[in-house]
C-alpha cells in the first residue's frame, strides 16, 4: 500500500521526487488552485501563463508535469486538472479533488515521494485528496514480475511499474484532530477498497467459494469482526436452495458468509448482502463467446459488502453492520442445475429455473431472507446483476431500487455525498406478472425489457416484512475495461463501497431511521 503522511513542509521546501499543484478553468483563462502559491511563485507568477503556452485547458482528468525551477526542492511539479474553478470565494468539489489527486497519483507510478498541494481548505478537503491520490495509486501485480514474485517489491528489467511509494498531504494541519481523523479514515477506507479491487482482479482459479470465505475469516480475526462460514453441508441442512442449485454444477461448492462488526453503543442494525458468483459461465444457459472474458467481476458485490464491514470494524462507527456473502461458481458441470428445474429457496419459496444465467437473483434470494431474519433496521444488496442496467446506465452509474422511496432517496444522496454516480430506477408492480410460473411460486426471469427492473422485483420477494431495503446493481461501474481516469483503474473498482460506509456513518449519525 502506498503510505500517506500530514506534512508540516510547504510546496517549496519539501523534499520529495514532485510536487502535485492543482489548476482550474476560470471565466478568464487558468487560475492557480489554492495550495500552489509557494511553486507560482517559483515560475515568478507565470505559472498559468506557461500552462496556457503547453495547451493545458484545467480538465478533470488533464495532468502536466514541468521541470521545477530552482527556487523548489523537489525535480518534478505536477499540475492536474481540476475542472471549471468555483464561484469567489467557493470550495473545490470534493470529487473533482478526488479525481485530481488520483489522476496525479496515476502519473507518478514508479515514484517514491510526491507531495500534494491541491486545496484543502478543510478536513474533508483533505480527505478527498487523500482517497483519491491513495485510490489512484493502486496497482494490482501480483501475478507479474516473474514466476517467483507473487507480489514484486520494486520493478524489475520485465517487471510491472510499482505505484507511488508516498503521498505527502500538504497544508492539512497535522496536529489538527479533524485532519487527523480524515486522513486516518481515509487510509482505513481505501486500503479495504483496493483490497475489493484485488478481490474481483484475482483469476478466478485462486478466487473460488472457499478461499473468498478464508480471506474474509482471516480479515475478521485481524480487525474484530465475527466471521461464520456456511460450507455445502451447512447449506444442505439449512434448505438454502438457491446457492446449492447455483453451485452444484461446480467442483468448488458454494459458501454463505456471514461478518458481523457490532458496536456496544450501537442502536441500529444496517445488513449488507452481496452477490458473490466467482466465475459466471452462464451455466447450462452458457454465456456467447466474448462475454466470459471478464466474469471474473461477479463476485464485486461481496467484495464491496466484505469491504464495507471490515471498513466500519476499522473506523468504529457506531452501528452494528453485517455483511452476508453469496458465493457460488456458475459452471455447466454434469450436476448442474437446468433449465426448467425447479428449485426450493431457503425462505420456503419454490423458484422455477428459466435460465441458469440469471443465477445472481438466487444466491441473494437465499441470503436476503436469511439477513431477514435478524431483524435488521435495513438492508442493502449490491450485486453485479443484470446487463440491462448497463444499457440504462452505461458503465459508470449504478442503479439504485428499493421497496422503500425515502430510503432509496437516501441511499442515492449518500452516494452522491460520497462521489459515486447513482440513479434512483422504479420498481413497476406490472412486470412482477411476466415471472408468473405455471409450476412453481414464481420464475427466475419476466420480461425482457427493463429487465434490471425484473430482477429488483425478484430480490423484493425475499426481503422480511416491514424492513426498509434497497437494491444497488453495480454491473456497469464493477469492472472497468476501458483506459484508467481519474482515481479509476482497468479492472476492479470497488465501486459502492464507498457508498455503503457512508450509508453507515450516517445509519451511525441518527440521520437514517
Not at 478481490?199 to 480471506?215: G, I, K, Q, R, W
Not at 453441508?233 to 439449512?238: F, I, W
Not at 420480461?447 to 423484493?460: N, P, S, Y
Request: with cysteine.
Amino acid at each position: 500500500m502506498t503510505a500517506l503522511t500530514l506534512s508540516t513542509s510547504g510546496a517549496a521546501t519539501l523534499r520529495a521526487d514532485a510536487v502535485v499543484v492543482g489548476v482550474a478553468k476560470g471565466a478568464e483563462g487558468l487560475v492557480v488552485a489554492p495550495g500552489a502559491e509557494a511553486v507560482d511563485k517559483a515560475f515568478d507568477g507565470k505559472l498559468a501563463g506557461i500552462l496556457e503556452t503547453l495547451g493545458a485547458s484545467g480538465a478533470e482528468g488533464e495532468v502536466t508535469k514541468l521541470p521545477a525551477p530552482s527556487g523548489l526542492k523537489t525535480p518534478l511539479v505536477l499540475v492536474a486538472g481540476l475542472g471549471k474553478a468555483p464561484e469567489q470565494d467557493g470550495a473545490y468539489d470534493a470529487e473533482a479533488l478526488r479525481r485530481a489527486a488520483g489522476s496525479a497519483a496515476r502519473a507518478l507510478s514508479g515514484t517514491k515521494k510526491a507531495g500534494f498541494a491541491l486545496p484543502t481548505e478543510s478536513a474533508e478537503d483533505a480527505g478527498a485528496v487523500a482517497e483519491g491520490a491513495l485510490l489512484g495509486a493502486y496497482a494490482f501485480t501480483a501475478y507479474q514480475g516473474g514466476e517467483d514474485k507473487v507480489a514484486p517489491k520494486g520493478a524489475g528489467k520485465n517487471g510491472p511499474k510499482q505505484p507511488l511509494a508516498e503521498v505527502a498531504l500538504l497544508g492539512a494541519k497535522p496536529r489538527d484532530k479533524a485532519y487527523k481523523a480524515a486522513a486516518e479514515r481515509a487510509i482505513a477506507l481505501t486500503e479495504e477498497i483496493n483490497r475489493a479491487r484485488d478481490l474481483v482482479n484475482t483469476p478466478p482459479n485462486d478466487l473460488y467459494p472457499e478461499s473468498f470465505a478464508a480471506v474474509a475469516t482471516a480479515a475478521g480475526k485481524e480487525h474484530g469482526v465475527k466471521v461464520q462460514v456456511l460450507d455445502e453441508k451447512a447449506l444442505v441442512k439449512g434448505g438454502f436452495g438457491g446457492l446449492l442449485g447455483v453451485g452444484q454444477g461446480s467442483a468448488h461448492g458454494p459458501r454463505l458468509v456471514k461478518l458481523a462488526y457490532t458496536h456496544p453503543k450501537a442502536e441500529k442494525t444496517l445488513a449488507l448482502v452481496g452477490k458473490g458468483i466467482t466465475y459466471d459461465s452462464g451455466g447450462i444457459s452458457l454465456k456467447p463467446a466474448g462475454h466470459n472474458e471478464t466474469m471474473k467481476c461477479d463476485m464485486a458485490g461481496a467484495a464491496a459488502v466484505f469491504a464495507a464491514v471490515v471498513s466500519a470494524a476499522r473506523l468504529g462507527l457506531r452501528v452494528n453492520v453485517t455483511g452476508w456473502l453469496a458465493l457460488a461458481e456458475n459452471m455447466p458441470g454434469g450436476n448442474a442445475t437446468r433449465p426448467g428445474d425447479v428449485l426450493r429457496m431457503y425462505s420456503g419459496k419454490t423458484v422455477e429455473v428459466l435460465n441458469t444465467d440469471a443465477e445472481g437473483r438466487l444466491v441473494l434470494a437465499d441470503a436476503l431472507t436469511r439477513a431477514s431474519e435478524e431483524k435488521p433496521d435495513a438492508i442493502v444488496d449490491v450485486a453485479t446483476l443484470t446487463g440491462a442496467m448497463v444499457l440504462a446506465l452505461g458503465n459508470r452509474t449504478f442503479g439504485v431500487m428499493a421497496n422503500d422511496d425515502a430510503f432509496r432517496t437516501a441511499v442515492h444522496e449518500t452516494a452522491e455525498e460520497a462521489g459515486e454516480a447513482s440513479w434512483p430506477m422504479p420498481l413497476p408492480a406490472d412486470l412482477r406478472k411476466g415471472m408468473d410460473s405455471p409450476t412453481a411460486d414464481i420464475a427466475n426471469m419476466g420480461e425482457r425489457m427493463g429487465g434490471g427492473l425484473v430482477a429488483g422485483l425478484f430480490l423484493k420477494e425475499f426481503v422480511g416484512e416491514g424492513i426498509a431495503w434497497a437494491h444497488l446493481d453495480i454491473a456497469g461501474p464493477a469492472f472497468h475495461e476501458g483506459a484508467p481516469y481519474g482515481y479509476t483503474p482497468k479492472g476492479g473498482t470497488g465501486s459502492s463501497v464507498r457508498t455503503l460506509v457512508r450509508l453507515a456513518e450516517r445509519t451511525a449519525d441518527g440521520e437514517l431511521g
